[in-house]
């Protein structure tokens, strides 16, 4: 298939690996894909989706992009359906004896980027996302931001927006500027919004 701009989005679950090792496997094999497919349902934009890839979420969208507030609304959808399915398999599991670490270990950091060369690519019956800009997005998800749930929107993204539509202040946050370099990708610029005081 020929390469055309498209919208990545990933919504990863943080704590992901520290939750396994800690969980024995009978309660984590339930609540892992019980929060994926909760934030899968909580899809509002038509974004489609290439992998599930075990903690984590790759939801595409070509064509016209949302507008900004849009998908910050989606973002913050997937956040509080999070959660809210966090509360539902806490109380669901309350007797078994490691259920404290659903809620102490587990959040969700949601990485947004925009690829102008991305090609998707049929491969049996799943689709798998070809280009450079689906290694940067993957690579964002590893970065300096000092806390663990957020919205990082890359400059990539950013600048697909007129300056005056994109709301810096959120009411609940507002966007903070970064930059890292990636070792064969060079720097890379974004800003990001911490995601915590929508549950707290």
Known sequence: M???PTLLCIPDISGFTQFMSDTDIELSSKVIPSLLNK??????????VSEIEGDAILFYRTGSLPTFTELVQQCRSFYTEFYKQLKKLQEQYKHD??????????GLKIVLHYGHSISAVPIGK??????????????????????????????????????????RNFGWGQLHEMEAKYKHIGDISYSYIDLNPLVE
């Open 2 to 4: 020929s390469s055309q």
């Open 39 to 48: 934030v899968i349902y909580a899809n509002k934009l038509d974004l489609k």
């Open 97 to 106: 004896k490691e259920v404290d670490n659903i809620p102490d270990i587990l």
């Open 126 to 167: 799943n689709i798998k996302l070809m280009g450079e800009d689906v290694i940067v997005a993957h690579r964002l998800l590893k970065n300096k931001i000092p806390i663990d749930e957020y919205i990082l929107i890359s400059e990539s993204l950013l600048s697909e927006y007129k300056d005056e539509t994109i709301e």
